[in-house]
């Protein structure tokens, strides 16, 4: 049952690497196979707070924010993905969402899958710059850390009540912006 879902999930997913080394920033947009105007697209954005990646040892927070959502968001489910063994995943919270309406789905030490159900109406039409979750990560190792944004295939769906096609959502790239 579980090798199933996983290969579903492989097979209805986009998979976007966001790549940050030392303090070196990538730079870029994926946009696959999407009509919608940029302005109508879900975009969504990893943010490390710090100047530089941590000692190990040490913990350090990384927060996927919602940079826009023009129809706003009811639901959304992401799979967050430490991608090496550069970093382990401590926990994960909201301070956008009740934690009553924040699901675990499954948590491991290097990914994390949940999913929330905004039932205050926060995340309406037009909402930027919205923190959708904050993990604490402890870094174990020198100097690097690769982390992957996962968008399951029906996992958000607008204020209209709309599926937001994931060929219309938009990661940016992972970046630093202090402590």
Known sequence: MKRHMVQMMVAARIFVIGLVLLTTVGSGLLIIGSSTPAERRVTLQIQIHADEWPPPGEDFVADIVLKSAPDGLQRYELIFNVD?????IEKIESRTIKLEHLQIVTQSDFSVWFKAVDLDGTIRPGTTDMVLA?????MLKLGLANFSLEIPQAALVNDKGHEVNVNDVVVLPTIFVGP
Request: glycine share 10%; aromatic share 0%.
């Open 84 to 88: 090496d063994v550069g970093a382990r």
């Open 134 to 138: 904050t993990i604490t990560l402890r």
